[in-house]
């Protein structure tokens, strides 16, 4: 009898224990979130975990370049980061999707730094870090994916356009067009 007793207690206490941990988790869900404007702790973000995942559809940034041969015009605007194929081994060992969600990440920071540049401050812009790393981005793709390195006088240009989730890419709006710069 006293082992029944033993482990029906046991048992209580565990479920009481689930019980306390269910309404902690429902009661911080419900509190507002405060949010944060300080550049630093903005960059630290991923250090605290935030469970609000799905609550709502953001608009996500979405890179393009086209490419001048020559002096010939520019071509179609093309997307830039291409999406990887889902292999199963990709759940144990996934370097290329790890290196694809460090370039959103990047876009997502330049559309960041984007939003604190003063008004006729455009021209720093250009030369900030962020900046500068979407460049490289872009030209290492158009490198990697054409041979437009052996044309003479070739020349790129990248833009970044903010789409809403679920949407298509042509509902979005540009939100930075870069100058022309040499391949």
């Not at 702790?41 to 996500?60: G, I, Q």
Request: charged share 20%.
């Amino acid at each position: 009898m006293t082992a029944n007793y033993i482990v029906n207690a046991s048992t209580l206490n565990l479920v009481l224990i689930f019980a306390l941990y269910f309404a902690a988790i429902v009661f911080l869900s419900t509190l507002r979130i405060k949010y944060v404007s300080s550049r630093k702790v903005y960059l630290f973000r991923s250090l605290f975990p935030s469970w609000r995942f799905f609550e709502d559809l953001s608009e996500l940034p979405v890179l393009y370049h086209r490419v001048r041969k020559g002096t010939k015009d520019f071509g179609d605007w093309m997307p830039s980061l291409k999406p990887l194929e889902r292999k199963f081994s990709s759940v144990l060992l996934n370097p290329g999707g790890n290196r694809l969600l460090a370039y959103y990440g990047l876009l997502q920071q330049v559309e960041n730094d984007m939003q604190s540049v003063e008004d006729g401050a455009e021209h720093k812009f250009s030369n900030s870090v962020s900046y500068l790393l979407l460049e490289r981005l872009v030209r290492e793709q158009i490198l990697l994916s054409c041979s437009h390195a052996e044309e003479k006088n070739a020349a790129f240009q990248f833009k970044l356009r903010s789409v809403l989730q679920g949407e298509s890419v042509e509902s979005g709006q540009d939100i930075l067009v870069s100058l022309e710069h040499d391949l």
